[in-house]
């Protein structure tokens, strides 16, 4: 089994990754989407979203990771992908799942399943140009407003020379509310002779083995439930119980250590990963209501160290 860590944009940064990496055996991290419009991006756009590529594409302890790119041109996609391999991405990513309106209004992401014709296009221009020995993989929802098309874009995929191919079970439309509909992805991963990955509504051990089941699929893909319970990785490959809110509490601590950058979106990140782990731990959301007043980083660090000491008396 492989367990995969999902691209999240404005949640997954490269700060994010080292930290989850550094307590999980994963076995591939995916980044954030560069986003390519209509030229060659140059080197220093890619070491921003990926400074991994400065230590050969790794994290500090040794995880590999792959640039995501997320663009409508087949060509400008090619030419960007092999620059991200030549930096020493581990493979490169299509991104045709991003529900974003920015994105989606720019022809980019899930609207792009509307039009299977221009997946395959792109996937195809990405693997003639990048070298066999090194993966080209692609990352799709069941569909933009329906899931109609679920088949004919994952078959896209797999036609254009894809290495894998990653699903998340829902269509644009049906965003992030519950259910995932796993069962397509066990159609699609049926149908297909490369490995599928399966995501969507993975939260704990019991979702990954129910998902695998239902599925078929060996290979599952972690996103907000990585957030939610942090070592949520080993748990499903079940080397460790998952956290308790002690131990999650003096991670978010380290987190603090790793903002050496003096990152000025340090209270909003904060905030934003509360927002997730409030569904795995009650204990989250009292302390929430407390967090979510202050607007320093030393404010914030100080409630943090505070309730540490207290839960550890």
């Known amino acids: 089994m492989r367990v995969i860590l999902a691209p999240m944009e404005g949640v997954v940064d490269h700060l994010m990754r080292e930290l989850l990496s550094s307590i999980n055996h994963y076995d ?3 980044t954030e ?3 390519v419009v209509d030229q060659l991006l140059p080197e220093k756009v890619f070491y921003r979203l990926c400074p991994e590529l400065q ?4 994290t500090l302890a040794g995880t590999p990771v792959r640039v995501q790119l997320l663009g409508q041109d087949p060509q400008c996609m090619a030419d960007n992908a092999i620059t991200a391999i030549n930096l020493g991405s581990h493979g ?5 799942g991003c529900p974003a309106k920015m994105v989606n209004r720019s022809n980019g992401g899930a609207i792009l399943l509307r039009c299977p014709e221009r997946v395959h296009d792109i996937v195809k221009a990405m693997r003639q140009t990048v070298p066999s020995d090194q993966p080209v993989t692609a990352k799709i929802r069941l569909g933009f407003d329906d899931r109609s098309l679920y088949m004919e874009n994952a078959l896209a995929v797999y036609e254009a020379g894809a290495t894998e191919l990653a699903v998340h079970a829902r269509s644009k439309v ?3 509310r519950p ?3 796993w069962e397509y992805i066990r159609d699609i991963r049926e149908r297909l002779p490369i490995p599928v990955i399966a995501n ?3 939260w704990n051990q019991q979702d990954a083995l129910r998902c695998q089941e239902v599925t078929g699929c060996t290979d599952l893909m972690i996103g907000r439930g990585a957030i939610a319970m942090p070592n949520l990785a080993n748990a499903i490959k079940g080397s460790e119980t998952p956290y308790s809110w002690q131990q999650t509490l003096q991670l978010l601590l380290q987190y603090t250590q790793y903002e050496h950058e003096k990152n000025l979106y340090f209270p909003a990140r904060i905030k934003q990963w509360f927002s997730y782990l409030n569904r795995q731990y009650p204990e989250a959301d009292e302390l929430f209501r407390q967090l979510r007043l202050l607007k320093t980083r030393e404010e914030i660090i100080s409630l943090l160290e505070t309730s540490a000491v207290t839960l550890q008396k």
Do not use: S, T
């Open 92 to 96: 490169v990513d299509a991104n045709f």
């Open 174 to 176: 049906d965003g992030y």
């Open 28 to 30: 591939l991290l995916v």
């Open 33 to 35: 989407f560069v986003r």
């Open 55 to 58: 230590q050969q594409g790794k």
């Open 200 to 202: 969507g509504e993975i």
């Open 179 to 181: 259910p995932a509909y």
